[in-house]
């Protein structure tokens, strides 16, 4: 069966209609009135209409412009420098080199690091090259915290905090470590175990403190990275100078072996809980013995001091 025919009527009233909805459409839509035109109120073409309506012109915006080339090298720099790739005071390449590496001409490089400089993200010396700035490191190091560090009684908070830190820290390490922080864990954990079988203190204390800046940096918690970062220095001392008065304890480096490698081989199996646990007793050891040592030197000084008048006194033997 053939479809009806339109009448030329019915062909009629259906232009009519679709004049006056148009009309309609134009005085209540200000991009059809030709609010944007060049010449407002003139009757646009059915072709312009739907053209302006489809791409309206973008009048209140500026137009864009190309980030500098100097200015891409900084940012990407600098986020080499939060991602930790490059480390507080780790020396650059020389500038040849770099610009090759980074397929920018050398003045252009110069920009890009002169800005950073001016930032305070690198530093430099005459004929030494640029270096990434200890960032943080001022603020850690400010006369306040250094005379905290320096007072017996806030010991323990210290040790309270790197608690609290580190033991999150390995619990994130175990969840989100890929196998290059895996390696860097289970290497450091190696060296300890050499460093212990040689009898080498001070070693064994450096790869002590590698671990535990590994398990920060495997925590990808870039916060927790920088603020440990800049503890650093703090941190070696005090693992250091804790070793020093807990060798004076029977069997104390065994027991300090064996919870570093217990906390490794947890981050290597994966197994944040434990991780978690591991790191915990680890410092609550820690903690319990330094206080056990500060009592017993605290006796040992007062007997001492009883002996001699505290110094001042003119016993005679």
Partial sequence: ??????????????????????????????IIQG??????????????????????????????????????????????????SLQPGEALLPEREMAMRLNVSRPTLRDALKALEERGLLTSREGRGMRVARIGAGAITDPLIAMLAERQEVADD???????????????????ANDLDLARIG???????EAHDAGDPADEAEADAALHLAIYEASHNLVLLLIMRALSSNLKTDVL???????????????????????AGTIMRRQPDAARAAAHEHLAYLRRTVQQIRE????????????NGGGLGARRD
Avoid at 187 to 193: G, K, M
Avoid at 241 to 263: G, K
Avoid at 296 to 307: F, N
């Fill in 1 to 30: 069966m053939a479809p009806p025919r339109l009448s030329v009527v019915r062909v009629a009233f259906l232009l009519v209609k679709s004049f006056f909805q148009a009309k309609s459409r134009q005085e209540t839509n200000p």
């Fill in 35 to 84: 609010k944007y035109c060049g010449r407002p109120g003139k009757m646009l073409s059915l072709l312009q209409k739907m053209q302006l309506a489809a791409f309206p012109p973008m009048q209140d915006h500026k137009p864009l412009r190309p980030e500098k080339v100097a200015d891409s090298v900084a940012r990407h720099i600098e986020g080499l420098i939060l991602e930790g």
């Fill in 158 to 176: 210290y040790l309270e905090f790197r608690d609290v830190v580190e033991s999150s820290a390995a619990a994130m390490a175990a969840e989100r």
């Fill in 187 to 193: 290497e450091c954990a190696r060296r300890i175990a």
């Fill in 241 to 263: 100078q804790n070793r020093q008065r807990l060798f004076t304890i029977p069997d104390i480096r065994e027991t300090l072996r064996d919870q570093h490698l217990a906390i």
């Fill in 296 to 307: 017993d030197e605290d006796r040992i000084g007062l007997s001492q001091r009883r002996l």
